[in-house]
């Protein structure tokens, strides 16, 4: 199972997008788990290299630089979440399942 790891201004927004992305993907048959932090705490948790992949949500883009000078010591990717992947309607959270498919090599689950 691959983990993805939301970091946001305060962690309650990212963390209905991180439910809802979630859901979609393991009903579409992926094996990934997506969970959200606030962005007070994205750089010590990046350093406990547990994640697969982090999402900058849009309201924290402008810590953006140093939280990617951390994933890049562990050789994690981490993405911008462009806007229209961050609201939790249907359109959305498709945009940001899309993102996470195309930013980490994902597995279907076994059935």
């Known amino acids: 199972m691959k983990k993805v790891l939301i970091i946001c201004a305060a962690g309650m927004s990212s ?12 009903t579409e048959g992926w094996s990934v788990r997506i969970d959200a932090i606030s962005a ?7 350093a406990k290299d547990e994640y697969d992949l982090y999402l ?27 806007p229209q992947a961050y609201i939790p309607i249907p359109i959305g959270i498709e945009k940001l399942a899309q993102l996470v498919k195309e930013s980490i090599a994902l597995e279907k689950s076994a059935k």
């Open 40 to 46: 007070s705490e994205g750089i010590a948790t990046i």
């Open 56 to 82: 900058v949500s849009p309201q924290t883009k402008m810590h953006f630089a140093n939280l990617k000078k951390s994933a890049d010591k562990y050789g994690k990717p981490i993405v911008n979440i462009p």
């Open 15 to 26: 963390s209905l997008i991180a439910k809802k992305g979630t859901s979609f993907l393991t």
